[in-house]
């Protein structure tokens, strides 16, 4: 298989090239089709922007593999790949017992206007939480967001921002720090890894999409695709079973040890405490509905930890405080954050669509091998 040739084929640019890719590819081969499209789309410009999602299978499937893409925005570019990836490879070989649910850009405003956040600037990988009982803020939180939303008028200022936080990090801990960057907060709009007050429309949205199309299943397996952890165009696991579970043990026979190396992806450090993850609400409400999962949020990784801190940190000033850059430079700094999220580079393109297809066929073997294991 070519994988460098397939690679540039799926090399999104943008948000409309990888929607309508996806709805041509879906309609092609047969696909269920549905169209949950966003509030405030369409913008005055015209852009329309929505969830899309596509069926497989046998409607009344009990084993179902549900894979989605776009949690934050722009990181949709790889998902979508590989969503595309499993219709072109894998769809026509679906065993008559298997049913495959692709949600294609659940954070269709952050995809279509470049950002990692929702039109609200709520990181929605934080968003999943009961908002009646929320995460308290920590006697850093104040200090870590203060640090992190120096700016001036042309851009975060990288240089102070670093520097708060090194200091931070010797008077309370790097992991602690590291901890309060990207858990999640629920004290400031306008700061970084911000969960929003109460559930955005995408969450509101993929819990219909899970309540309408998973009631039925038994066993489901479930992926969340992003970008930005790990080594430069390898895949990075992240599995938040407890590591003697069944789930657990499942998800490391079929991904490999992979599953259980956290260390790699955060410098050494602690994996952070995340709250209100997508992954972790979708496997607690298949489960509540009487199935068993197998489940990882499935990263591709960029570059280091300090570049894709800077990304972040880019992408709240454009949202939050860039009320007058020139349309030339605006679009300087999102293709800036757009490279740090999905290189322009074929090199990690086809890494990534390698990767990618072995991941996808191991799921595939994995969930049907699931499948025969019923009584």
Same mark, same amino acid.
């Given at each position: 298989?070519?994988?460098?040739?397939?690679?540039?084929?799926?090399?999104?640019?943008?948000?409309?090239?990888?929607?309508? %890719?996806?709805? =041509?590819?879906?309609?092609?081969?047969?696909?269920?089709?549905?169209?949950?499209?966003?509030?405030?789309?369409?913008?005055?410009?015209?852009?329309?922007?929505?969830?899309?999602?596509?069926?497989?299978?046998?409607?009344?499937?009990?084993?179902?593999?549900?894979?989605?893409?776009?949690?934050?925005?722009?990181?949709?570019?790889?998902? %979508?790949?590989?969503?595309?990836?499993?219709?072109?490879?894998?769809?026509?070989?679906?065993?008559?017992?298997?049913?495959?649910?692709?949600?294609?850009?659940?954070?269709?405003?952050?995809?279509?206007?470049?950002?990692?956040?929702?039109?609200?600037?709520?990181?929605?990988?934080?968003?999943?939480?009961?908002?009646?009982?929320?995460? =308290?803020?920590?006697?850093?939180?104040?200090?870590?967001?203060?640090?992190?939303?120096?700016?001036? #008028?042309?851009? #975060? @200022?990288?240089?102070?921002?670093?520097?708060?936080?090194?200091?931070?990090?010797? @008077?309370?801990?790097?992991?602690?720090?590291?901890?309060?960057?990207?858990?999640?907060?629920?004290?400031?709009?306008?700061?970084?890894?911000?969960?929003?007050?109460?559930?955005?429309?995408?969450?509101?949205?993929?819990?219909?999409?899970?309540?309408?199309?998973?009631?039925?299943a038994k066993k489901v397996a479930i992926i969340d695709w992003h970008t930005g952890i790990g080594s430069y165009g390898?895949?990075?696991?992240?599995?938040?079973?407890?590591?003697?579970?069944?789930?657990?043990?499942?998800?490391?026979?079929?991904?490999?040890?992979?599953?259980?190396?956290?260390?790699?992806?955060?410098?050494?450090?602690?994996? #952070?405490?995340?709250?209100?993850?997508?992954?972790? %609400?979708v496997k607690d409400k298949v489960q509540s509905l009487g199935a068993e999962t197998t489940s990882a949020v499935i990263?591709?990784?960029?570059?280091?930890?300090?570049?894709?801190?800077?990304?972040?940190?880019?992408? @709240?000033?454009?949202?939050?405080?860039?009320?007058?850059?020139?349309?030339?430079?605006?679009?300087?700094?999102?293709?800036?954050?757009?490279?740090?999220?999905?290189?322009?580079?074929?090199?990690? @393109?086809?890494?990534?669509? =390698?990767?990618?297809?072995?991941?996808?066929?191991?799921?595939?073997?994995?969930?049907? %091998?699931?499948?025969?294991?019923?009584?």
């Amino acid at each position: 298989m070519n994988f460098g040739a397939i690679a540039e084929e799926y090399a999104f640019e943008n948000y409309d090239e990888a929607r309508t %890719s996806f709805l =041509k590819k879906v309609n092609a081969t047969g696909g269920i089709l549905r169209t949950y499209l966003h509030p405030d789309s369409p913008q005055l410009d015209g852009t329309e922007f929505a969830i899309d999602t596509a069926w497989y299978g046998p409607k009344d499937a009990d084993a179902v593999l549900i894979m989605v893409s776009g949690t934050h925005g722009l990181e949709l570019f790889s998902g %979508s790949a590989m969503q595309r990836l499993w219709v072109d490879n894998f769809q026509s070989a679906l065993p008559s017992n298997i049913g495959v649910l692709l949600v294609h850009s659940v954070n269709a405003y952050g995809s279509a206007y470049y950002s990692r956040t929702t039109e609200n600037n709520v990181d929605l990988n934080r968003n999943f939480i009961d908002f009646s009982d929320q995460p =308290k803020a920590t006697a850093l939180t104040e200090k870590v967001q203060n640090a992190l939303c120096v700016s001036k #008028p042309k851009g #975060p @200022r990288n240089m102070i921002v670093a520097a708060n936080l090194l200091c931070l990090a010797i @008077r309370h801990g790097k992991s602690k720090v590291v901890n309060e960057i990207t858990g999640g907060q629920y004290e400031r709009r306008d700061g970084i890894g911000f969960g929003g007050f109460a559930p955005e429309w995408s969450n509101r949205m993929l819990n219909q999409i899970v309540t309408e199309n998973l009631t039925n299943a038994k066993k489901v397996a479930i992926i969340d695709w992003h970008t930005g952890i790990g080594s430069y165009g390898e895949p990075f696991f992240l599995c938040f079973d407890s590591p003697n579970s069944p789930e657990f043990r499942r998800a490391e026979t079929w991904w490999g040890a992979a599953v259980n190396d956290d260390a790699a992806g955060y410098d050494g450090n602690d994996r #952070p405490d995340y709250s209100g993850l997508l992954l972790k %609400s979708v496997k607690d409400k298949v489960q509540s509905l009487g199935a068993e999962t197998t489940s990882a949020v499935i990263e591709f990784g960029t570059f280091s930890n300090q570049k894709m801190l800077q990304a972040l940190l880019l992408d @709240r000033w454009l949202r939050c405080e860039d009320f007058g850059s020139e349309p030339a430079k605006q679009a300087a700094h999102i293709n800036q954050i757009r490279h740090r999220f999905c290189p322009n580079d074929p090199v990690w @393109r086809e890494s990534v669509i =390698k990767e990618g297809y072995s991941i996808l066929n191991q799921t595939m073997q994995g969930l049907s %091998s699931w499948k025969k294991t019923d009584g």
